[in-house]
């Protein structure tokens, strides 16, 4: 059974910084794909960010988020700096096996979620 334990959401400011976690137990994480993804109030789930072989992003968070992993931890991180009203959003972690891709659909393992909150 693989399970997904986001942390690190919060209350920042515009501009503020936050670092979100995503930590991986059940199978072997090295080899899967991990995905961030956020549902922001009243709105659809969307694609945030994800790491493979490579990354890839969202065009309106490039520049400004980061992905990693640390295999060693099971762990991938989500930096996430010049936060903007407009990410305020539920942010989960997703993982699965197979090409990078963008799709929530691919993704198998869902964590809870984890709440930014950013104001104005």
């Known amino acids: 059974q693989v399970q997904l334990v986001e942390s690190g959401g919060g209350l920042v400011q515009t501009g503020g910084s936050l670092r979100l976690s995503c930590v991986s137990s059940?199978?072997?994480?090295?080899?899967?794909?991990i995905g961030w993804f956020r549902r922001p109030p009243g709105k659809e789930r969307e694609f945030v960010a994800a790491?493979?072989?490579?990354?890839v992003y969202k065009d309106s968070v490039k520049g400004r988020f980061t992905i990693t992993r640390d295999n060693a931890k099971n762990t991938v991180y989500l930096q996430m700096n010049r936060l903007e009203p407009g990410d305020t959003a539920v942010y989960y972690c997703?993982?699965?096996?197979?090409?990078?891709?963008?799709?929530?659909?691919?993704?198998?393992?869902w964590g809870q979620g984890t709440q930014v909150t950013v104001s104005s």
């Open positions: 997703a993982t699965y096996k197979g090409p990078l891709s963008v799709a929530a659909s691919q993704y198998l393992y």
């Open positions: 059940g199978r072997t994480f090295s080899t899967d794909n």
């Open positions: 790491i493979g072989g490579n990354t």
